[in-house]
């Protein structure tokens, strides 16, 4: 059932290795890729609406489902080919942009698949190959722009599987792209080394 997103709505995004990755670093370029095939300018990714998600696990159960599709797809590929839903970050909704230069962007709560599932549509108004790559790439970032630090998971999924982008390079993974914007990113040293942390990097200076 699709219900109104309102401006005191927090919506988060998925990390799913290797969408989001540059290789072997989360970066803000690849957090909204709008890379699909779109003959009609129109660009599509999704997110959760955290009204109807509010607890991390809640995120992380749908991530996990969105990498577990997508896995589904591509007939269980091992190894570097595998998606892995990495964590999560988290914007206000009233901060996102809704259009830009070439762009507006509409986001709907449908509910479609899961309850807390928000259609994110990227409407793109300018042709031409390259300026419509520009605009999805610009877009892309001035959404990311405002998406704060993640909160990293490994899933149960994913527990012993040693080609885990954690497995591979730490959870530090998902930080090293994103140092310029908070240079105080850091994980809390002192936590044991499970499942945990949910709740996120510390931060010394939070963005407000
Ligand atoms: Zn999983
Ligand atoms: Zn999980």
């Known amino acids: 059932m699709a219900v109104e997103i309102t401006d005191a709505d927090e919506i988060s995004r998925c990390i799913i290795f290797d969408r989001a990755f540059q290789d072997e670093i989360h970066v803000d370029e690849y957090l909204w890729r709008f890379d699909g095939k779109s003959p009609e300018g129109v660009y599509r990714e999704s997110a959760v609406l955290r009204r109807l998600a509010p607890t991390p696990d809640d995120v992380h159960r749908i991530g996990c489902g969105i990498a577990a599709i997508q896995n589904e797809r591509k007939q269980q590929p091992t190894g570097p080919s595998r998606r892995y839903y990495c ?32 259609d994110v549509a990227l409407n793109v108004t300018v042709d031409g190959r390259n300026a419509r790559a520009n605009c999805r790439t610009n877009a892309g970032l001035a959404l990311a722009e ?23 390079w730490g959870e530090q993974c998902l930080y090293g792209g994103l140092r310029d914007k908070w240079p105080q990113l850091h994980l809390v040293d002192n936590s044991p080394p499970t499942d945990q942390p949910d709740a996120g990097p510390s931060l010394l200076d939070p963005p407000s």
């Open 146 to 168: 405002h998406f704060g630090p993640p909160a990293p998971h490994r899933c149960e999924c994913d527990v012993g599987d040693g080609n885990h982008p954690f497995s591979l």
């Open 87 to 118: 964590g999560f970050r988290t914007a206000p909704y009233v901060a996102l942009p809704k259009a830009g230069e070439g762009f507006f962007i509409i986001f709907t709560a449908d509910g479609e698949g899961d309850a807390a599932h928000v």
